[in-house]
């Protein structure tokens, strides 16, 4: 064999190479983004859930404020189950407008910054913002559910309990707040991570980890 012969099958053996290639790129490209788009799919169905049980909380908060107006302390418990119930919606339109965003069409780097953008909502403004309420929500929502079901109003009856309601709230906040601090001190990294996986929830992380897979490949 002729030396220009053996370059010309070589250089037919290097296309057929990169043509091998980029078809195993654009199929591992369908893959990822086919597995990212199904890892969200229970993030997506759970904020479709959290909106329908923050408009139920909407329209029962809403009956029970507005036929206690003459009472001041009911009415604020009412209004603030209100607020929650309309927040509780806000989030979830916000997570389902940042999970459409993810376009599995865009390039690989573009879906993971849109996944990163979705995980930083997540992590550092809905987990923090949520977990602080969770601390106090529960005690207008126990209010409320004596007056209805039982016709008891706690704050005329017991205040020194729902004193203690509210001092178990805020000792609820100063832990969760400390938590946090802490986590974010030099050398406690790992309780940093476990709190972000936590917050950015199991659907995000299993999709950034697909995507994560599929970076690695066209680096390689």
């Known amino acids: 064999m002729e030396l220009d012969d053996f370059k010309l099958a070589w250089q037919q053996i290097d296309r057929r190479l990169e043509q ?32 329908a049980g923050g408009v139920a909380l909407i329209v029962l908060a809403a009956g029970f404020w507005s036929a206690r107006r003459d009472n001041p302390h009911l009415l604020a418990c009412g209004l603030m189950l209100h607020g929650y ?6 989030a979830g339109a916000r997570n ?3 999970i459409g965003r993810v376009d599995y069409g865009l390039p690989v780097l573009v879906i993971q910054k849109r996944l990163a953008a ?3 909502w997540r992590v550092g403004v809905e987990a923090p913002v949520f977990g602080a309420l969770g601390c106090f929500v529960w005690i207008p929502l126990a209010l409320v559910s004596f007056d209805h079901w039982w ?16 001092a178990s ?3 609820c906040l100063l832990v969760f707040g400390g938590i ?11 309780m940093a991570n476990v709190l972000s996986r936590q917050a950015a929830g ?11 897979e599929l970076a690695r490949f066209e680096q390689d």
């Open 96 to 98: 389902l407008y940042l």
């Open 118 to 120: 979705l995980r930083a």
């Open 20 to 51: 091998q290639h980029a078809l195993n790129l654009q199929w591992l490209q369908t893959t990822a983004a086919t597995r990212a788009r199904r890892r969200l799919r229970p993030l997506w169905f759970g904020q479709l859930l959290q909106m």
């Open 169 to 171: 709230g805020v000792a």
């Open 151 to 166: 016709g008891v109003d706690l704050w005329v009856r017991a205040p020194v309990v729902v004193w203690s309601f509210i």
């Open 180 to 190: 946090i601090a802490w986590s974010r001190r030099p050398g406690h990294e790992r």
């Open 85 to 90: 119930g309309l927040m509780l919606v806000l």
């Open 202 to 212: 199991g659907s995000v992380q299993r999709a950034q980890a697909e995507l994560q």
